[in-house]
C-alpha cells in the first residue's frame, strides 16, 4: 500500500567478489542503482526519472537486495535485476490509500423515485459496488488508471433496505453507509412534523387559554361579585403557518365555552374583557315605608 516500504529480494546470500548488480526500472530499463564489488561501490541514481525514487532508495551491501521506501502510486511498474549469473524481474503494484465514497442524490434524474449515485474521484486498481445489505446490487472496475468513478442507484421512496456503497482493492476497502432518512424524504414525510407541531401548538394554547380563564373567574370570586356577563377571550395563535389559528374562549356563569376556531391573517394579540360586577337591587323608600303596612281587603 501507499506509504508502505517494500524490499526487491536479490536471493543472494552474499556477492562474489568480481559481481557487478544493476536495478533498473520502467519500460526504458533506466538505471536507479549499482554494485560494483570489485571497486568496492554502490551508487544510487535516484534522481532520475524526475525523482521520484529520491530519498526512497536502499542496497544491502550483503545480498544486493533494493529496498523502496515510503512508495507512492507510481513506484509501481517493471523493476530487473541484472546480475552475471542471472538475471530477475519483478512486477510491483502499489495499491492507494482508499479515499471514502460519497452518496448524494442525483438531481439531474427525471425519475420519480429516490436517484442516487456513490462516486470516488483519483483512484486506480479498484471496484465500487453497491449493496443491499450483504447482496452485492452493481459494481464497476478501474484498473491502472486514476480516474474518477460514479455509480447509480435508483430506490423507491418507501423502500426501508439497509444500503451501502463499498470501495475496495485487493488489499483494503472503505464502507459508506446509505441514510434513506436524509436522503430520500417524501413529501408527506416533510408534512408531518409541520403537523405535529401544530398539534402540540394547539394543545398548549387550549391550557394556556383555560388558565386564563381560572384567573379570570377567581378575581371574580376574591371581589364578591358573580358574572353574569358572558365573557371571553380571544388568543392569535404564533405564526407557525402563513394562517395562524386564533380561539375564542368564553366563561359564563362559570362554564367555559369554546366559541369559535377559525384561521387568519390578523397581528398576533390577547384581548379579553374584564368581570363587571352586576348591581344589587336595592328596595325603593315607597316599598319600605309601606312594607309592614297590612293591606286592605
Not at 516500504?5 to 530499463?29: H, K, Q, R
Not at 353574569?228 to 368564553?250: A, N, R, V
Not at 384561521?263 to 315605608?289: F, I
Request: aromatic share 6%; net charge negative; glycine share 4%.
Amino acid at each position: 500500500m501507499e506509504g508502505d516500504s517494500v524490499t526487491l529480494d536479490s536471493d543472494l546470500t552474499e556477492m562474489m567478489d568480481d559481481d557487478l548488480i544493476l536495478w533498473t526500472f520502467g519500460p526504458e530499463n533506466t538505471l536507479i542503482a549499482e554494485i560494483n564489488v570489485l571497486a568496492d561501490s554502490m551508487t544510487l541514481f535516484d534522481g532520475v526519472l524526475d525523482g521520484i525514487f529520491r530519498d526512497r532508495l536502499k542496497l544491502d551491501d550483503q545480498t544486493g537486495s533494493l529496498t523502496i521506501t515510503h512508495t507512492r502510486t507510481d513506484h509501481a511498474g517493471h523493476y530487473k535485476l541484472d546480475i552475471k549469473r542471472a538475471i530477475k524481474t519483478f512486477n510491483l503494484t502499489v495499491y492507494g490509500v482508499l479515499p471514502v465514497p460519497v452518496i448524494s442524490r442525483n438531481s439531474s434524474s427525471s425519475s420519480s423515485s429516490c436517484s442516487l449515485v456513490c462516486s470516488v474521484v483519483n483512484v486506480s486498481h479498484v471496484t465500487l459496488s453497491w449493496f443491499r445489505g450483504i447482496s452485492l446490487l452493481s459494481s464497476i472496475s478501474v484498473s491502472d488508471l486514476s480516474i474518477s468513478l460514479s455509480l447509480p442507484l435508483e430506490l423507491e421512496d418507501q423502500d426501508k433496505n439497509s444500503y451501502s456503497c463499498v470501495l475496495n482493492n485487493p488489499i483494503s476497502h472503505q464502507t459508506q453507509h446509505l441514510d434513506i432518512t436524509q436522503l430520500c424524504h417524501t413529501s408527506a414525510d416533510q408534512g408531518l412534523p409541520l403537523l405535529y407541531v401544530v398539534l402540540i401548538a394547539s394543545g398548549s394554547l387550549l391550557i394556556v387559554a383555560a388558565v386564563v380563564i381560572c384567573c379570570i373567574c377567581k378575581k371574580c370570586r376574591k371581589t364578591g361579585h358573580r358574572s353574569t356577563q358572558l365573557i371571553c377571550i380571544h388568543i392569535y395563535h404564533f405564526k407557525t403557518s402563513s394562517f395562524p389559528l386564533i380561539m375564542k374562549l368564553c366563561h359564563f356563569n362559570a362554564h367555559v365555552i369554546i366559541v369559535n376556531a377559525v384561521e387568519t391573517h390578523d397581528e398576533d394579540r390577547t384581548d379579553s374583557v374584564l368581570c363587571k360586577p352586576t348591581p344589587a337591587k336595592t328596595k325603593s323608600k315607597m316599598n319600605a315605608v309601606y312594607e309592614n303596612v297590612p293591606k286592605k281587603w
